[in-house]
């Protein structure tokens, strides 16, 4: 393996060998004609990847993907049932919340146990201490026994060691996500300062996380690896995936996004229906049915930048006739908090009434206000009557997700500046 390459998989594949029941694995291992009694699951099939000494990776997938059998075996937890796995470098992993930590030892005592792992005296461990206890920050808690930490006080430590060992590769695996903001955004300061000289692999879901610190994203799905590349190109790729825009590596079509799926002022069938299993709201005498972003060419976008000018797509169908309708939506963070909202009754925009029957499309064109990077929401709602007075015929709580990526660290909260509205009825 060449100098400049920290970790090399080649071909690598991992089969579980599935049983009904405990018996059943006795009886295979000592039937005489050698009759199969299990079942394969391939939780990972032919991946191969590189990953350059100094590079930060993140691997994004759905959960039983693969993500965690994968980098089990790069760590050596595991052994690949084909291919070849090659590490340069001295790795240190948090895989498990806990893991490596002995319960009735207390937190300096699981200090030293984890540098003795790693190859560590007692007296080079003795010189880490105090940095340890100062990342990790649980006070007293640090000399009672580790069964008595909460999951956050386990995170502490467990991220605190592992940084604290000089590993020439550092492995991360959700451990960050039972911190709290606070500690999660020192460890993101950490890793920031790790990019410089180690090398850094990190499975999370927090798609901002990726697209923020990574060099490269690797997306895995159901044991494939479906795209190595540039982290927004692949996260773009992967909530197209998790919205159902995007068929798995075995489907008979794979939507290309780097072209963009476009939508023309004449095709309105390209926006996307909504999920069967959303909260809806509202007496159903109009369905909101579709809901679609997209860029200023008519692209589809789930990750946007602030200031980026976008446009929202809201198509209905009428169950019933409605006077003076008003259409709008709600933007929200991740905590359900408002960011900006608005309708066509605010912005003095008059709708013509519905025909029952009829299916029609809203489409708001707005620039994205300046909010910090993160997960956000859209909610439409459908009313009729006045912004005071008026009759909710259908909200649908969180209709679509998109991320916001390289934001300013300041949030203008409320304000959602819209430049155009246009509305059509399409049948």
């Known amino acids: 393996m060449e100098q400049e390459t920290a970790i090399s998989v080649k071909e690598v594949s991992k089969v579980y060998r599935l049983y009904d029941k405990l018996s059943d694995r006795l009886k295979e291992a000592i039937h005489p004609f050698r009759k199969k009694y299990h079942t394969d699951f391939n939780a ?54 806990g893991a490596g930590f002995n319960g009735e030892y207390t937190g300096i005592e699981n200090i030293h146990l984890n540098g003795t792992i790693m190859g560590y005296t007692k007296d080079e461990m003795d010189a880490k201490i105090e940095d340890i206890a100062s990342f990790a920050d649980i006070g007293e808690f640090i000399h009672q026994p580790v069964k008595m930490y909460s999951s956050g006080m386990f995170a502490r430590l467990a991220f605190a060691v592992a940084i604290n060992v000089d590993p020439d590769i550092l492995i991360v695996d959700e451990a960050l996500s039972v911190g709290d903001i606070r500690f999660q955004q020192k460890c993101y300061r950490k890793i920031e300062e790790f990019k410089q000289t180690k090398t850094v692999l990190m ?44 068929l798995n590596k075995d489907g008979k079509q794979i939507k290309s996004y780097s072209s963009g799926t476009s939508v023309s002022s004449k095709n309105y069938d390209n926006i996307d229906a909504l999920n069967e299993k ?24 789930n990750i946007v930048q602030p200031g980026q000018m976008i446009k929202v797509g809201i198509k209905v169908k009428a169950n019933d006739s409605i006077s003076d309708p008003i259409v709008g939506f709600t933007i929200k963070d991740r905590l359900g908090t408002i960011i900006g909202q608005t309708n066509s009754f605010v912005l003095e925009q008059d709708i013509s009434d519905l025909v029952e029957g009829g299916i029609y ?63 059509r009825q399409i049948i």
């Not at 997960?375 to 459908?382: M, N, R």
């Open 203 to 246: 499975v999370t879901h927090d798609i901002s996380a990726i697209t923020k610190y990574c060099d490269r994203a690797i997306w895995i799905n159901e044991g494939d690896l479906m795209a190595d590349g540039h982290p927004i190109d692949v996260a773009k790729q992967y909530q197209a995936h998790m919205i159902g825009s995007y």
């Open 44 to 97: 990972l099939r032919d991946v191969s990847f590189e990953v350059k000494k100094g590079e930060t990776i993140g691997i994004v997938g759905k959960n039983g993907s693969g993500k965690s059998t994968l980098l089990k075996m790069i760590t050596g937890v595991l052994t690949p049932s084909v291919g070849e796995i090659e590490v340069n470098g001295r790795i240190s992993a948090l895989l498990e919340l």
């Open 278 to 301: 959303l909260d809806v709201l509202g007496d159903k005498k109009v369905e909101i049915i579709g809901m679609s972003l997209f860029d200023e060419i008519d692209s589809k976008v």
């Open 361 to 423: 499309v809203y489409q708001f064109s707005f620039e994205v206000p300046y909010i910090n990077h993160g997960v956000y929401t859209l909610s439409p709602a459908l009313a009729s009557g006045t912004q005071g007075n008026h009759v909710q015929h259908c909200w649908v709580h969180d209709a679509l997700v998109f991320n916001v990526v390289q934001a300013q660290t300041f949030s203008l909260e409320g304000v959602l500046v819209l430049n155009d509205v246009e509305f």
